[in-house]
């Protein structure tokens, strides 16, 4: 399996906010964010986590692509936002992604769903946490992902080219295992 695996030694680097942390939750946390996202015209909008792709759906907020797990600080996810997250305008497409990684599989659904026309829920079984690196890698500029910062709001990244070489420079400090390089030139490419 080609995959990025994620190091102990990385993790605390990962529990920061790479981006403006709006703090808060639900309907306050999106309020902030629709103006801020209103005024940038994004290229793409990309939902990471379950409770931020519902907080946006439930504020008229549809991301291009949302990746979501069914899960929420490692406990199954309320029915009400299964629900929400089931929302018809996204095709649906699952991808298995174990915790702690980042899988071929995964970087390339989202490349896959970052060129379609179409809106694209990705599906992960397993974790999809560190999705929010090679979202900012592999999304057009101006783009913004948004992910949950747990106990505290949720986190809104700007895709720049600065955004996109700080998140590469996250990727090559974790393992790498395989001995194909197609998702390290996926990810790693300028």
């Known amino acids: 399996m080609q995959a990025f695996i994620l190091p102990s030694l990385l993790k605390s680097a990962l529990k920061v906010p790479h981006g403006v942390l709006y703090e808060g939750s639900g309907r306050k946390t999106m309020d902030a964010l629709k103006g801020v996202i209103d005024l940038s015209k994004p290229a793409k909008i990309i939902a990471v986590g379950d409770i931020t ?12 692509i949302c990746i979501v797990d069914h899960m929420t600080c490692r406990e199954a996810v309320p029915e009400g936002v299964l629900k929400c997250i089931q929302h018809p305008a996204f095709i649906e497409i699952s991808v298995k992604n174990p ?43 101006s783009s913004i992902v948004i992910y949950g910062q747990p106990s505290s709001g949720c986190v809104l990244i700007r895709v720049t080219p600065e955004k996109r070489k700080e998140m590469q420079k996250l990727l090559i400090q974790m393992e790498y295992d395989s001995g194909d390089d197609t998702l390290w030139r996926m990810l790693n490419e300028d």
């Not at 792709?53 to 291009?64: F, K, Q, R």
């Not at 071929?104 to 490349?111: D, F, G, I, Q």
């Not at 397993?126 to 929010?132: C, I, Q, R």
């Open 99 to 141: 915790a702690g990684s980042i899988t071929l599989e995964l970087v390339t659904c989202m490349a896959d769903a970052l060129r379609s026309k179409d809106r694209t829920r990705i599906f992960v079984h397993g974790e999809e946490d560190l999705a929010v690196m090679p979202a900012v890698v592999l999304a057009p500029p």
């Open 53 to 64: 792709t519902c907080n946006l759906i439930e504020s008229a907020i549809l991301p291009d």
